[in-house]
């Protein structure tokens, strides 16, 4: 069986860490099993620990460990792509929850899948390699752009 690599190999022209400008930094990627080529200039961001992306209303927007939103404008092209934040405070979620971006009638919204820790100290669960984590439930905010704020979804509707 052959493995089927996303991403094949990568390079970059220059370290983004010495560049006074990011834009002369290029990342080049060879991907898929078929051998596609693609590059990119890496954005500044104002944060890190980023954990999820999304492309909605023709713009990168991404959210960060703690549940900061950034928004990427790459302009008409590669030459000056930028990020500057969007909303910092999420409501109530811990820093470890996952969370995901997602675009649902025109709104982005934020998914966060709320864990608890399982109990794993009997020596019977250990041998039957029971799960360590189990989802008990998924919370939904709406971004307000606006207030800059998250608000928080009861119900999806229809969808």
Same mark, same amino acid.
Request: charged share 25%; hydrophobic share 40%; glycine share 4%.
């Given at each position: ?7 094949? !190999?990568? $390079?970059?022209?220059? =370290?983004? =860490? ?6 002369? *930094?290029?990342?080049?990627? $060879?991907?898929?099993?078929? /051998?596609?080529? #693609? ?11 980023? &954990?999820? $992306?999304?492309? %909605?209303?023709?713009?990168?927007? #991404? ?5 900061? &939103?950034?928004? *990427? ?6 030459? =000056? ?8 405070? %999420?409501?109530? $979620? =811990?820093? @470890? ?5 997602? +675009? *649902?009638?025109? +709104?982005?919204? #934020?998914?966060? /899948? *709320? ?8 020596? +019977?669960? @250990? ?6 984590? !189990? ?17 928080? &979804? ?6």
């Amino acid at each position: 069986m052959r493995p089927n690599f996303l991403v094949k !190999k990568a $390079i970059i022209s220059s =370290s983004p =860490s010495l560049s006074t400008e990011t834009s002369s *930094c290029i990342v080049m990627v $060879i991907y898929h099993f078929t /051998k596609r080529l #693609a590059f990119a200039r890496p954005v500044k961001t104002p944060v890190s620990l980023i &954990v999820d $992306i999304i492309f %909605f209303r023709n713009q990168f927007y #991404a959210i960060n460990f703690h549940g900061t &939103v950034i928004v *990427c404008d790459i302009g008409d092209g590669l030459d =000056s792509p930028k990020a500057s934040e969007v909303v910092r405070n %999420f409501p109530r $979620i =811990s820093r @470890k929850e996952p969370k995901y971006l997602v +675009e *649902c009638s025109g +709104e982005l919204l #934020a998914v966060v /899948k *709320c864990v608890l820790k399982l109990i794993g100290n009997d020596e +019977e669960e @250990k041998e039957i390699n029971l799960p360590a984590y !189990k989802t008990e439930k998924f919370e939904v905010y709406r971004l307000d752009f606006a207030n800059k704020k998250w608000e928080e &979804v009861n119900s999806l509707g229809d969808y």
